[in-house]
Every structure is written in C-alpha cells, then in structure tokens.
C-alpha cells in the first residue's frame, strides 16, 4: 500500500514564495505534482524521478518552481518562488511506476491534495 500526505499550503501574496512537502511510504515511486485550479482541469507541474537525479517541470512553473528529493525514501519537495494569482489551485503530489511521465492517467497513487492561494 503506498500512500502520499502533502503539506505546506497555504494563503500567500503575489510575490512570496512557499514550499510544498510530499512524504510517501512504500516503495520508492517516481513523483509528480499537479495542480487543479478554480474551473480547471487537474494539470501536471513538475516530477522528478525515484533516485532525484532528472527533475522535469511544466512550461508554466519553470523557473519559478523546483521539485527535489534526496533519496529514494526523502520527501519530495516543490518549492514555488515569485508565486502568481494564477497558481491558485488544489496541490496533489502522485507516484508513478514510469519515469518522466507529465500525463495524470500514468500516476497510480494520490494524496489528498493541499490548497495553496495566491492573492494579488
């Protein structure tokens, strides 16, 4: 049984910045965060693989965001610089079996998901 508890959200303003904590027990999975934002579909932010050695992120978040792991058995951290209105959503990390996956149908667990609202 794997299962994945994220923390860290919270309500911030335009600018600031926040740190987002994914612990998942089991095995060790590749990691993914998504997000799903007011009258949006779930969309993927950033992943990084089991060992933390390729870090992968969505066109939107690059260079504001950085996903990060120690080892296998780390939590996964997404911390989001320089955050925007539009980051506004509900933030869920997965695991995967596949590595370098961005689509949600490829993750196989789920956390609870943590609200993270930006205000301007």
């Known amino acids: 049984q794997v299962h994945l508890v994220e923390s860290g959200g919270g309500l911030v303003q335009a600018g600031d910045s926040l740190r987002l904590s994914c612990v998942v027990s089991g095995r060790a999975y590749h990691v993914g965060w998504f997000r799903q934002g007011p009258g949006k579909e779930r969309e993927f932010v950033a992943g990084i693989t089991s060992t933390g050695s390729q870090p992968f992120y969505a066109d939107s978040v690059k260079g504001r965001f950085t996903i990060s792991r120690d080892t296998a058995e780390a939590p996964v951290f997404l911390q989001m610089d320089t955050l925007v209105p539009e980051d506004t959503a509900i933030y869920s990390c997965?695991?995967?079996?596949?590595?370098?996956?961005?689509?949600?149908?490829?993750?196989?667990?789920w956390g609870q998901g943590i609200k993270v609202t930006v205000s301007s």
């Open positions: 997965a695991a995967s079996k596949l590595p370098l996956k961005n689509h949600r149908h490829l993750y196989d667990y």
